[in-house]
């Protein structure tokens, strides 16, 4: 008797599990995403203190216009080095090369911190 109760009550939680909907997280999620997005979008750099960015220890690039701080990523990127050829300038082409893989285009968004001043 005591198994057939358990046996119930878990199905009851899997079913609840599979039937309830999940996109309140993920519409959370992206609100608290487009939230940090809009409060680094404040920050404008120059072109010159972004030059100042240039190593792989302080790595900082430019694409269309948005400032990136991609230094954690540095170690981490699948080209190498190549990473550092435009550090501290704009590396527009660059990412939009053939040689990445769509999902840069998502994870770029992470290293966001500011847009470049005119």
């Known amino acids: 008797m005591e198994i057939a109760i358990i046996a119930l009550i878990l199905a009851v939680l899997l079913g609840a599990f599979?039937?309830?909907?999940?996109?309140?997280?993920?519409a959370h999620k992206n609100k608290v995403k487009s939230t940090i997005?809009?409060?680094?979008?404040?920050?404008?750099?120059?072109k010159k203190e972004v030059m100042l960015h240039n190593r792989r220890t302080d790595c900082w690039i430019i694409i269309k216009d948005k400032v990136y701080d991609?230094?954690?990523?540095?170690?981490?990127?699948?080209?190498?080095?190549?990473?550092?050829?435009?550090?501290?300038?704009d590396s527009t082409e660059g990412f939009y090369g053939p040689q990445h893989a769509t999902r840069v285009f998502d994870m770029i968004d992470d290293f966001y911190i500011g847009h470049l001043q005119k």
């Not at 039937?19 to 309140?24: I, Q, T």
């Not at 230094?71 to 550092?84: C, F, K, M, N, R």
């Open 70 to 89: 991609v230094t954690s990523y540095v170690e981490e990127h699948p080209g190498g080095d190549a990473i550092l050829a435009h550090a501290g300038d």
């Open 18 to 26: 599979i039937l309830v909907p999940r996109h309140g997280k993920s």
């Open 37 to 46: 997005a809009n409060s680094k979008a404040s920050k404008s750099y120059s």
